[in-house]
């Protein structure tokens, strides 16, 4: 073959037979070798991996965001505590020392403030009391901020009588279930007739309920049968 004719031939298959393939070869190669895909991250994983983590993140966020929210929704279904007689209170009026008091509810369920004179305190919740002495400082001054704090539960008192071995007066601080007073209280004795119990509970018009409560109910996996109530400030329990 002659030299045009070999020229000719190498021009047509891109160079020269043996010859390195040209630099825009190169680099189509290395860019296919080198896809998102298959490139590795620093961390060790694929690009793909990344995305994914990245992705995770985003929703993160809106995870936390439904925690908060249903964290503040248990927190509004807690009711409230109701402040009763003997109950110790920290009334604070914020730049007002003179008014800033420590009281006990007098059994009449009042209390004495200050230029606020006598306010009902017993039967509401300490934001609530808040807001009264509140609205009766506004007589004297454009702004006023308070702050109530139950110091002290005296208030929570119940009584176990009958065929128990420890019977009387319970102050209690934080709420307990009927099952918790009988323990509180040593058990019964051996001649109680434990499926006759009757929980006695005054309402508000003075008038009192009498629940029939059994210990079988009490302990009965059975949830339609669950009477295991919470007791109330006031209760009587009695075994007989």
């Not at 021009?11 to 037979?17: P, R």
């Not at 029939?212 to 919470?230: E, G, H, T």
């Given at each position: 073959?002659?030299?045009?004719?070999?020229?000719?031939?190498?021009?047509?298959?891109?160079?020269?037979?043996?010859?390195?393939?040209?630099?825009?070869?190169?680099?189509?190669?290395?860019?296919?070798?080198?896809?998102?895909?298959?490139?590795?991250?620093?961390?060790?994983?694929?690009?793909?991996?990344?995305?994914?983590?990245?992705?995770?993140?985003?929703?993160?966020?809106?995870?936390?965001?439904?925690?908060?929210?249903?964290?503040?929704?248990?927190?509004?279904?807690?009711?409230?505590?109701?402040?009763?007689?003997?109950?110790?209170?920290?009334?604070?009026?914020?730049?007002?020392?003179?008014?800033?008091?420590?009281?006990?509810?007098?059994?009449?369920?009042?209390?004495?403030?200050?230029?606020?004179?006598?306010?009902?305190?017993?039967?509401?919740?300490?934001?609530?009391?808040?807001?009264?002495?509140?609205?009766?400082?506004?007589?004297y001054q454009d702004t006023a901020i308070a702050t109530v704090i139950v110091q002290d539960v005296m208030s929570y008192k119940?009584?176990?009588?009958?065929?128990?071995?420890?019977?009387?007066?319970?102050?209690?601080?934080?709420?307990?279930?009927?099952?918790?007073?009988?323990?509180?209280?040593?058990?019964?004795?051996?001649?109680?007739?434990?499926?006759?119990?009757?929980?006695?509970?005054?309402?508000?018009?003075?008038?009192?309920?009498?629940?029939?409560?059994?210990?079988?109910?009490?302990?009965?996996?059975?949830?339609?049968?669950?009477?295991?109530?919470?007791?109330?400030?006031?209760?009587?329990?009695?075994?007989?």
């Open positions: 073959m002659g030299c045009a004719a070999l020229l000719a031939f190498n021009a047509l298959n891109g160079g020269a037979v043996g010859a390195e393939p040209s630099v825009a070869v190169k680099k189509g190669a290395q860019q296919q070798e080198n896809t998102p895909e298959d490139k590795p991250g620093k961390d060790g994983r694929a690009e793909k991996d990344k995305q994914e983590l990245r992705a995770d993140k985003d929703r993160k966020p809106d995870k936390e965001l439904r925690e908060i929210q249903d964290k503040k929704a248990s927190l509004a279904d807690v009711p409230e505590y109701v402040i009763g007689p003997e109950d110790i209170l920290e009334i604070s009026v914020w730049k007002n020392p003179e008014l800033s008091k420590v009281v006990a509810v007098r059994m009449d369920g009042r209390i004495s403030l200050p230029l606020v004179g006598d306010i009902q305190a017993a039967g509401i919740s300490p934001r609530e009391l808040k807001d009264a002495i509140v609205e009766r400082l506004k007589a119940v009584y176990i009588i009958g065929e128990v071995r420890t019977p009387g007066m319970y102050q209690l601080k934080t709420k307990t279930s009927v099952l918790q007073a009988i323990a509180l209280s040593g058990g019964f004795t051996q001649y109680a007739s434990k499926n006759k119990m009757v929980l006695v509970r005054r309402r508000s018009d003075g008038i009192d309920d009498r629940i029939n409560i059994s210990f079988n109910d009490l302990v009965s996996l059975d949830a339609k049968l669950d009477k295991n109530l919470i007791l109330k400030p006031g209760d009587t329990l009695f075994v007989p």
